[in-house]
Structures are given as C-alpha cells and as structure tokens.
C-alpha cells in the first residue's frame, strides 16, 4: 500500500495545484475590496445530511494558504451531520479565509458524499463478513482525497495505484497467453525486480477459478461479473486457499446478497464515481 510519506506528498501536491489553479497571481476579488489587516470569523455551515468527511484536509488547506489561520472544530470527522450544523470555525486574516474557500468547499462537499455513500454501503452490510473496497475509478488528480473519504466513511482502500498491487484482469491473461501464464510471468518479475506485492488475479467463470487455483502465491480471486449461484460455487472452490473478492456493477439492491454469499470483500467504483456533493457554505459570522 502506499507509504504514509507519499500519501503527505500526494495531499501537498492536491492542495499546491488547486490554489495555482484557483488563485493565480491573487485573489483580486479580496485584494479589490478588503484591507489586509482585516481579520475575522467564518463558519463551515450544513446545508445537507450525512457523513461529514475533509474537516482534517479542510485544515492543512487553511494552512497551506495562512499558518496564521486558526480552525475550531466542534464536530469530527465520520460523524453524521444535519441541516444547520455547523462543523468548526475559522480565524484570521479575512483575505487568507476567502483564498482558501473554494477549495475548502470543493473537497469537502466531495468527500462528504463519498464518505455517505460508503457508510450506507456499510450499513447494507451489517451482520455480514464482507467488507467494501474502493477502486481506481476516481477523480483525476485528487484520488488521495477520495480514498481518504472512502476510509472516513468506513470502508477500506484497495490498490492505490498500478504500483502498489499487482492485479491481474482479463486484459493482461490474455496479452500473456493465459491465466497460469500471467501469474508465473509476474511471479519471475517480481523475483527479478525484488518486490513484494501482493497478486489479485481476475476470473470470468469458474473454468478460470479451477486454473487461479493451482497457482500458489495468489492473494486474492476477484470474481467479476458472477451471478449469485456462481459466486456461492466459487466461494466455496476457493475456500481458505486465498480471499475472494466481488465485482462487476454491484449497487445498493444486490450488496447484500452478493455478501451472503460469503465473499470476503464487495469492490465498488460508484463509492467514488456516482456521488452527489454535500450542500456546504462557508459564510461570514
């Protein structure tokens, strides 16, 4: 999995191109009109429900832009929010609070509707072994932030990115010729290039689960696109050999019983590709 350290660069890296993005050569707007000595008081303001997710982002924004910037927060990451709750206040210079509210906003309101969605995922699979996973489905260049919601929101992160996990998909079986093929081939590679990395491999039908299973060294079966009757059978032809995983358009009215087919871990792509943000305002107290 990705390293705390590049986890910290990748978060720099969001909030360092989004300012460049938004502010430019200066927030003219705030410049225009309001003195630099000013200072005051402003408010993260609910205009929705749901998980609240970003508050800790929401503060390595503010000071990123001012060091100054002090952040009072009176509700916590995770927690479920209402209409009219107000989740902290911010101090200081009134031009420092204005360069940062879009961005706060932006992320924030994203990563609240990925962190609600998760929860409802969650919530769906109470009582259940399964747990839910991300995937790479994200929005280009802030994928650490919606992971990050993801986990706020009570599910847990799959791969990263390409480099951290080997997953083998229908693709790559059939570039190299085939299911045992491709896990001998990335087996010598990774002898060969001393890394250590875990190895997914993707079956179509239970035929491909058959030949997954004679390989050893496999971490996990992703079982894509199965029915229920399928996926119960390939659970059961699997068993304690490595942990299995479903996929393949799996939505709030199939979750269930596609963990009650005993599958260790449901991935999803609508956790972060199908949200609607969460209704945020920063205003002015």
């Known amino acids: 999995m990705i390293s705390k350290e590049q986890l910290k660069k990748e978060l720099y890296y969001i909030i360092s191109n989004a300012i460049r993005e938004d502010v430019g050569d200066g927030d003219h707007s705030s410049l225009a009109c309001i003195p630099a000595e000013t200072n005051g008081k402003a408010k993260l303001l609910v205009k929705d429900e749901g998980i609240i997710a970003g508050i800790e982002f929401a503060k390595m924004i503010f000071a990123y832009v001012d060091e100054k910037l002090e952040v009072e927060t009176l509700i916590n990451d995770g927690d479920r929010v209402k209409y009219g709750d107000i989740v902290f206040y911010v101090t200081g210079s009134s031009q420092s609070i204005l360069k940062a509210e879009r961005l706060v906003l932006n992320t924030m309101q994203r990563m609240s509707a990925i ?31 919606e992971k990050w919601a993801v986990k706020i929101g009570g599910g847990e992160n799959h791969r990263f990115a390409l480099y951290d996990m080997i997953m083998l998909k229908d693709n790559h079986i059939d570039f190299a010729g085939g299911i045992t093929k491709a896990i001998q081939k990335t087996q010598t590679y990774l002898k060969e290039t001393n890394r250590d990395l875990k ?85 002015a107290v």
Not at 226 to 239: K, P, Q
Not at 249 to 271: F, H, M, P, Q
């Open 115 to 145: 962190a609600t969605k998760t929860r409802s995922f969650m919530d769906l699979l109470e009582g259940t072994k399964t747990k839910i996973l991300d995937t790479r489905k994200t929005t280009p260049g802030i994928r650490a932030i």
């Open 199 to 283: 190895i997914i491999v993707e079956a179509r039908n239970l035929t491909e689960i058959e030949e997954i299973l004679k390989s050893e060294g496999v971490y996990r079966i992703l079982i894509d696109n199965f029915n229920y009757e399928d996926t119960r059978t390939a659970v059961a032809m699997i068993g304690d050999q490595c942990l299995t995983e479903s996929s393949g358009g799996i939505n709030e009215k199939t979750l269930r019983k596609y963990a009650d087919c005993g599958v260790d871990y449901i991935s999803s792509g609508a956790l972060t590709h199908s949200v609607y943000n969460m209704d945020l305002s920063l205003k």
